[in-house]
Structures are given as C-alpha cells and as structure tokens.
C-alpha cells in the first residue's frame, strides 16, 4: 500500500490561533482526506510549539505557570479548530516527554558525527521570531535602539556560551539536494529563493541557549536548552517514532519517513529548507521529500500577524460560516503559494455564487425533480432524439474529463485550479438541464425519455461531484450523497471507482437545503460590529504583550490581577499637567520618518520643542497655526539625538493606530490648564 505522511508547522502558543494557522492546518487536513480516499495510508500531523524566551514572558506577563500558560493556549487552539473536523493522526506537543527524549537523540547523533561543537556567542536576538539579526538587518527605531525587522520590537543583545551547528559544511550538500530533488521546495520561485540563499554562504548556527530555561536540555549539558528550531524542527520525526516508542517507535518510523508533503507558510521557508535538510542529514537521516510554501493571508494589505493585530478572529468566522464554506473559500479563493488578501465581503461571495447558487442549486433542483416527476427514484436514462441524447453525452464527457482534471490539479496542490474543474462541470449541467427544461418536459408524456435522460444525467454529474469534492466539504458532500440515497460514506468511495449510470433506481432521501443563502448586508454588518469589539479586546491584550515589558517584570498573582479595577483617583489624574498650545513651527527630521518637530507656544516665556511620531499621517506646512493639547509637565526626553520637551495629545484610530489629534471647537488662549 503507498504511504503518505503529511505534516503543519507545530504553532508557537505565545499568542491565539487564528485564521494563518487554521488554513494551514485546512490545507493539510484536505491533501490527507483526498490521499485516504484514493487508497493511500496517510499519516496527518500537526501541533504546538511549546517552548521559548518568548512563552517564558507570556506566561509571565499573565502571572501564570509556564505549563498553565501552554496548556491553557494548546486548549484554545484545539477549541478553534474542533469544528472544521480535522483528521489529524497525532497532535505533537512538543512540551510531551516522548518528543524531549527523541530531540535529544537526534542531537547526540548529529554531535556523534561531528556537526555541533561548543563556542560563543554574541549577537542580536528577536524573541518573537526565536531568530538572531545582525546589525545591519536589524531596524532602527525613532530612539536608536535596534528592533526587529519583523516586529518593530526591541532585539536582545545575547552574549553567552553556545553550542554551534555546522551549517557552514553544508553548502553543496543542500545544493546537491535541491539540484536533485526538484521537488523539494515548492513552488519554483521559492526554490529560487533559497537556492541564491545558500549559494551566498552558510553561517554556523547557535543552537543551544543557557539564558532560555523553558528548552529541552542539550544532552549531557543541561545547563544549555535546545535553540527552539532545534526543538521544533524535529517533531516531524519525534511524533512517527523515531528515538521513542510512540506508534510502534522505529518500525512506524521507518514506515513513514521521509515525509511527503510538508506544509509550512513562506515566512519559515529557510528554517524547513535550509536548517530541516541539514539537521537530518547531520543525523544521517533523510530530508523530506517536499516542502511547500504557500503565501500569507494578508488582512488590509498587510500580513495577518498576532503582533500586528489585524487577524482574522476565528469566532466571528465559525459563527457566521459553515466550516465547508470557510474550507472552500481557502482553497477556492487562494492560489496555493501566493499571498491572497482576505475579505469578509469575498468570503460572502464565494459561498453565495459557488456553494448556494452553484453546488447548492444543481444539488436541490436535481433532487427536487426526482421527487416531483419521478416519484422519488431516479430513473434509467430515458430515449430522447439525437441532439438531447448527443448533449447528455456531452456533459458526461465534461464530467469525467473534470474528474480526471481535478486529480490532476491537486496532485500539483493547485488547489483552486482543481475546484475550477469542478466547477465547470457544474456550469456544464446547469445549462444542459435549463436548455432542456425538464419542468416542460414533464408536461408531456411523449417526453418522459427525454425527462428521464435529463434528470439521469443530472443525478450522475451531482454523485460524481459528491464524491470528488468529499475531501474538500466533508459535511456537505455526505449529505448530498445521503439525499442522493447512496449508502455509506462518501469520502471512503473513490470517484475513480464510480460507474456512470450506477444511480438508476436509487430512492433519493429527504430533501433538505445544504448552502443557505447568506444575506450580505445583514451578515457584513453583524461582522463589522463582532469584529470591533474583538479587535478591542486584542488592543488591550497586546498592550500587554511580554515583548514589551521587561524581561524581568515581577509576575502577578492572577487573583489580584483581576480583582484591581482599573480607575485612578482625582490626585492621580492631578499629576498630569494638560495645557493649550499654538503650533509655531513644524518640520520633519532627516532620516526618521515617523517623526515630526515642534515648537509649541504654551504661553510660556519660550516656546517648547516637542517631537512627534506623525510624519506619516500630517502635511508638517499644514499644521502651522493649529491649536493642540500638550502633556506639559512629561520628563523632557530625547528623540533622535533632539530634545522633546512635552507631548501632543491624539486620539489612535483604527487598527494601525492612526494619529487624529485633538483640539477645540472654541477659541481658546494658549497656556491654558485642562482639568
Ligand atoms: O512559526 N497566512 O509558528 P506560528 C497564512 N512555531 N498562514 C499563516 C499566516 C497567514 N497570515 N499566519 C500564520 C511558527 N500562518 C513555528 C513553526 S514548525 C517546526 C515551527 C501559518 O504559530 C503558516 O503555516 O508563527 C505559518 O508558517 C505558521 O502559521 C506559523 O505559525
């Protein structure tokens, strides 16, 4: 029997799942659905990454145990994607025992051969995105500290004692494998990517942290825990029972290793295709065979990103949307490896025009003439004249060549091609069955072949469909196949074992709508309304996000946490002194681009200097003469090397936190005290 081992990036549990990490794990859960159908024995792994600096802090910032933390996050992202389904085989945590015994064998066999020596390093570090910068690849932020390029958060100056990879021995070898294997990172352009990556020279890679304490230990020096890709990167292969017993330990490991398909998003291309190949091969173990990368969900043009704070909350989707409607909508809507923006309003659209006017409609008008005209059994393909009965043979011929055509497509994970042929058998039938118009065919009984080749035709396209499109609506389908009167389940039948023709005499069952129409209006504004109040609370939770805090912010008790109201008193309030001011002159600075300068008469004997992060949102010229609010008595602080003497007061807006800054309706005198 031919094998199929499948595997998601494990999700990091420092923040909440969201719609990135579902459609990845929809994808996956499709591809080993699709697999099972045609006879192959398919293995779906997906999971959490459970370790790091990073959920050290979150776990922190909450006044939580580091285990409460995971294990309270693990549960929201199995809750989220208990819905959809999913027929994942195992879910990898790798905080498990077995995955921490297997990791460190695979570390002892990479050391064994030579490929991890100890040393020293220094450098930048981004607990976000558990990767080191350089200086030069590092951001400057508007007061010279040196931030993530990714998260505009400050990096981490690490100067500790590390074991290396490495990395650097592996130039040609990786060569040799892409050059080989030209399937092993997918698509083509990514491949091209990491090819002139590697081609520029390989660096050794730290690999162990003594300052990270929430790690695997390195094996036999646990003052050191494992870097977090080390970590990660092997659940692939701790899960299927390498180094353990889980599943049957080395036997089922070797049953399903290599890998088939192992799907990750594009943002951790080089960790799957540079460090994943290079650490098995160290090991002396095979690297999968594929890795595909597809493209980002973006959310308002930008990467839907819990740091960013514009993701797509999975509770106002699971509440509005079928969990096939959301499934179709990734694989229809997303061409499998490039980005796609993604929008309530397509959303709508898609399930509207491909599953209630497309699917929906062919499924419920073909069932219901059953019903009306042939006393609910489907009947033998009839006689009609030549042109009827030429026609019918048209639509079969369209049917089977989809059929062939979507096998195709998602052999090559072009999945939206694939639900294209399907579709277009879909269109196919709809014309031939409103040409025909069996509605008048019914009214005359010299007709009733023509009635019966139409309705039998009908009824063969909707079950070959049913059974292609099973590992993408899995609910759907079964229910059109139970409607259809065909016994069993669906996504156990192979289309290719299908015979046309095989529905005749079938009693169809109890006809119930599948795709309601959705009302657009009514649902986007039930959506706008969900989605502020949840991008609220986000806003608030990422005020607290651990990266900003210090690393060492005394934790919380949760209790106490909760039970402070958040109110200050009347003194509180005092401390702050809010005043009047006239801008007199404003400029930007060389080389920041956020930042506007001020002077600011505040009714004082000189006017104050005051900077400003809103170069991107205001005209400097334009805003000469305007009224504004300052904080007058904030510590003066320095901004690129200036003085900022005082703060301007601004209303933040939307999700990007555009800057709207207030003023007065009334005239007022400059100096003026707020209370
Ligand atoms: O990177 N669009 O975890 P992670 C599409 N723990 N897919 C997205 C997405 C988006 N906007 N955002 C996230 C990690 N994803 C590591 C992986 S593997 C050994 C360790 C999906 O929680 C996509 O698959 O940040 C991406 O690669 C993954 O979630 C990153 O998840």
């Known amino acids: 029997m031919n094998k199929f081992y499948i595997t998601t990036p494990i999700y990091y549990v420092n923040s909440h799942p969201h719609l990135g990490h579902l459609y990845t794990t929809l994808v996956a859960d499709t591809v080993a659905r699709y697999k099972r159908q045609r006879g192959f024995e398919t293995f779906f792994l997906t999971g959490t990454d459970e370790h790091g600096l990073n959920i050290e802090r979150a776990a922190e910032s909450k006044g939580l145990s580091i285990k409460e933390h995971v294990d309270s996050i693990v549960n929201e992202f199995k809750t989220a994607f208990a819905p959809y389904g999913l027929t994942n085989d195992h879910w990898i945590r790798t905080t498990d025992d077995y995955h921490k015994r297997a990791a460190q064998e695979l570390w002892r066999r990479a050391k064994e051969n030579g490929y991890i020596y100890k040393g020293k390093y220094e450098g930048l570090y981004c607990a976000n995105c558990n990767e080191f910068y350089t200086e030069s690849e590092a951001k400057s932020g508007d007061d010279g500290t040196l931030n993530c390029p990714t998260h505009e958060r400050p990096l981490d100056r690490v100067a500790e004692e590390s074991y290396f990879f490495k990395l650097s021995e592996f130039q040609d070898r990786l060569i040799e494998l892409y050059e080989k294997n030209p399937n092993f990172i997918r698509p083509e352009t990514r491949r091209n990517e990491v090819m002139s990556f590697v081609r520029g020279g390989l660096n050794d890679l730290s690999i162990s942290r003594v300052s990270v304490k929430w790690g695997i230990p390195v094996p036999d020096d646990p003052a050191h825990t494992m870097y977090v890709w080390f970590d990660a990167l092997s659940n692939y292969i701790t899960a299927i029972g390498f180094g353990n017993e889980q599943f049957g330990g080395q036997q089922h490991f070797k049953k399903l290793w290599p890998a088939d398909l192992q799907l990750v998003g594009k943002d951790i291309l080089r960790f799957h295709t540079v460090y994943w190949p290079a650490f098995l091969i160290a090991a002396g173990l095979e ?71 497309g699917l929906g409609n062919l499924a419920s008008r073909t069932l219901t003439m059953i019903g009306r005209y042939c006393d609910g059994v489907v009947p033998a393909p009839g006689n009609a004249d030549a042109e009827l009965t030429a026609r019918a043979g048209e639509v079969r011929e369209t049917v089977e060549q989809s059929v062939a055509q979507f096998d195709r497509e998602f052999d090559e994970y072009n999945f939206s091609r694939a639900l294209d042929a399907a579709w277009s058998a879909i269109e196919r039938v709809d014309k031939f069955i409103s040409d025909a118009k069996p509605w008048d065919l019914a009214k005359d009984a010299d007709k009733r072949g023509s009635l019966e080749l139409v309705l039998h035709t009908a009824t063969e ?87 900003q805090a210090p690393a060492q912010a005394a934790p919380q008790p949760a209790s106490e946490a909760a039970a402070a109201p958040a109110y200050i008193t009347i003194d509180d309030f005092a401390k702050v002194e809010l005043r009047t001011g006239q801008i007199l002159t404003a400029e930007r600075i060389p080389k920041a681009d956020k930042l506007l300068k001020f002077t600011i008469d505040l009714g004082e004997a000189e006017p104050r200097q005051i900077l400003a992060g809103i170069a991107q949102y205001y005209e400097p010229e334009k805003l000469i003469g305007r009224k504004v609010i300052v904080v007058a008595n904030l510590a003066p602080r320095k901004l690129r090397g200036l003085e900022s003497q005082g703060m301007i007061l601004a209303a933040s807006i939307g999700e990007e936190g555009r800057p709207v800054l207030a003023g007065f309706l009334e005239e007022v005198p400059n100096g003026a005290k707020l209370k």
């Open 461 to 547: 396209t909707l079950r070959h469909l049913t059974a292609l499109l099973a590992p993408v609506l899995p609910n759907a389908t079964q229910e059109i196949w139970e409607q259809l009167g065909e016994a069993g389940k669906v996504n156990e039948i192979a289309p290719s074992a299908l015979q046309w023709g095989q529905s005749t005499g079938k009693r169809v069952g109890e006809i119930k709508p599948i795709f309601p129409k959705l009302d657009k209006k009514k649902v986007m504004d039930e959506i706008k309304q969900e989605e502020a109040v949840s991008q609220a609370a986000r806003t608030e939770e990422n005020k607290e996000q651990p990266a």
């Open 287 to 357: 690297p999968p065979k594929t890795v595909f990368a597809h493209g980002m969900w973006l959310s308002g043009g930008r990467k839907m990103s819990k740091t960013i704070g514009n993701v797509i909350d999975l509770a106002v989707l699971q509440k509005h949307f079928t969990t096939d409607a959301v499934r179709y909508f990734c694989l229809r809507d997303m061409v499998f490896g490039q980005d796609g923006d993604f929008t309530y309003e397509a959303l709508l659209d898609r399930v509207n025009a491909g599953l209630a006017n």
